[in-house]
């Protein structure tokens, strides 16, 4: 198989982009493709100091390499799970990133700041655990990017991750989701950092080569809780559909943004306002947040 | 030829030489789910694959807590209670 391009040996193909590249012009591909999801959704200024969540996963180190080069001043934030090895592994990947590119990176721990780790977390609400633990993240990204002056967060979110949840809100028409579903999300709130997903446009196989290709040393391994988690679920149906027709996550994604997206988002907007106990912004009088750390005192 | 699958991490060895593209397809693994590596290199799937190489299939696919769209960002417009065209 050819690169595109220049006509060299490729190391990938893109059966939906009906192309394959070799390493160089793949890398240029892949940066112009960030810089595109930047431009066209105005994510960053330039130059702009940028809080990128960091997993220790391929995708938000890939992000956090290319905002680097693309000359953003940029410092990681590590949330700390707590989740046995896992956690240790790819904290340990995280700062070995930061000290190779001789970037800042903050590490907050959800123990610390919850009352408990994600694995009791799930024991205390008996939910899912990414149900505790995406609701950690969310608030944690949002308290350190104000306590640091920061902002805007950028999360390494790809095609597939958006795709996947582009599906699992329309199987169960959660119209509030789909509203606020967009790969840049403005601050409604004084106390509310921008959110920024500059990988939107690139599949999970395309921010794993480009970490693979840039030798960034990521988490292979998947995180504990993850087996069977309906996310997955909804990514393996969707790449059965895109094996049978390439292009069919991308269509589904850019179709939503494009078409359907503004039909969800007219309504007027729900007043925001400030947790009585901490401060963040919430649209109850108790944030969401608060009411889980008291679940897990009031049980531990 | 040797195959490294990951998660869990273990071997499968196949005889002869096949193309990336068969080996994927005897394994029931779609092709867009992983990086097909050798030694140091990816690998596309025409590519053919020795008796005595060893290649790496790495899934591609993350996910768990996937942050729900601007969820915990309080909505900037609350959904229409759907009346969509």
Known sequence: MKCRKCGGTAVLELRRHNAAFCAPDFLDFFRNQVREAIRKHRMLEPEEQVLVAVSGGKDSLALWDVLIDEGYRTTGLYLDLGIFDYSVDSRRKCETFAARRNVPLIVASVAEEVGAPVPVIKNVTRRPPCSGCGLSKRYLMNRVALDHGLGVVATGHNLDDEAATLFGSITHWQTDALARQSPALPSTHAKLARRVKPLYRLSELETSAYAFLRRIDYIVEECPFAKGATSIAHKEILNRMEDASPGAKHNFLFGFLEKARAAFERAEAVPLRECVRCGQVTTGTVCAFCKLADQVKRTL | ?85
């Open chain 2, 1 to 85: 030829m040797k195959v490294i699958l990951r998660n869990p991490r273990r071997e499968v060895e196949m005889p002869g030489e096949r193309r990336v593209k068969d080996v994927l397809r005897e394994l029931d693994i779609l092709p867009e789910t992983v990086l097909v590596i050798r030694g140091d290199e990816l690998i596309t799937p025409d590519q053919v694959v020795r008796d005595a190489d060893i290649i790496e299939l790495r899934p591609v696919m993350s996910g768990g807590s996937q942050i729900a769209p601007g969820a915990g960002h309080p909505p900037t417009a609350p959904a229409l209670r759907p009346s969509l065209p």
